[in-house]
Nanobody
């Protein structure tokens, strides 16, 4: 079973940047579509970004387009989320998840990493 570890969160001022990493325990991870999600206190979890197994296709939440970039390095079993021009509204626990391309739902979830953006 694939285990995902998210890291890179922290406290940053508005306008700052962070890069999140999602590292998998298994090489089969390179076959997976990977998504980043976030959940703020009192709110439902929401989709942030997604990348296909080869990095050929990415998709973003409208609110983060132009500020966030998802990428991957399959040699390192890692997917990144570069977050620039952060806003207080981006404050949340960020989780990564993986699924086989043939599935419509995510099978594997990491534990999340907290991002806090101060105004």
């Amino acid at each position: 079973q694939v285990q995902l570890v998210a890291s890179g969160g922290g406290l940053v001022q508005a306008g700052g940047s962070l890069r999140l990493s999602c590292t998998a325990s298994e090489r089969t991870f390179r076959m997976y579509t990977v998504g980043w999600f976030r959940q703020a206190p009192g709110k439902e979890r929401e989709f942030v970004a997604q990348i296909t197994w080869d990095g050929g296709y990415t998709f973003y939440l409208d609110a983060v387009k132009g500020r966030f970039t998802i990428s991957r390095d399959n040699a390192k079993n890692t997917v990144y989320l570069q977050m620039n021009n952060l806003e207080p509204e981006d404050t949340a626990n960020y989780l990564c998840a993986g699924r086989l391309p043939t599935r419509s739902y995510y099978d594997y979830w990491g534990q999340g990493t907290q991002v806090t953006v101060s105004s």
